[in-house]
């Protein structure tokens, strides 16, 4: 089963930076997608950044510029570096994976799926 996890979260005043972390595990040999959603209080989740298998990556509008996605393959971990934050980056940050599918690769069989972690706050004081 894959597990996703989330760290590096805080509370940091306008302007400061954050790194967060998003490790998984249990992949299989199928190819996995990573991104990056946050959800501020009464408001709906909404898509941050996301960094696909082939390494490229694709950020709202909201963040281009000061939110930059890495990832580890090594160790099936994201992160995702935040600079130059803003009071409205304030929101739980959760990181999903996607199994991509379906599909047949390296000899099996992938069907498509999406595990959520718990998510991480992240508070931005003006």
């Known amino acids: 089963q894959v597990q996703v996890v989330e760290s590096g979260g805080g509370s940091v005043q306008a302007g400061g930076s954050l790194r967060l972390s998003c490790a998984a595990s249990?992949?299989?040999?199928?190819?996995?997608?990573m991104s990056w959603y946050r959800q501020a209080p009464g408001k709906e989740r909404e898509f941050v950044a996301s960094i696909d298998n082939d390494g490229s990556t694709k950020y709202a509008d909201s963040v281009k510029g000061r939110f930059t996605a890495s990832q580890d393959n090594a160790k099936n971990t994201v992160y995702l570096q935040m600079n130059s934050l803003k009071p409205e980056d304030t929101g739980m940050y959760y990181c999903k994976t996607d199994r991509i599918g379906p599909e047949a690769y390296r000899g099996g069989w992938c069907p498509s799926a999406q595990y959520w972690g718990q998510g991480t706050q992240v508070t931005v004081s003006s």
């Open positions: 249990g992949y299989t040999y199928c190819r996995y997608d």
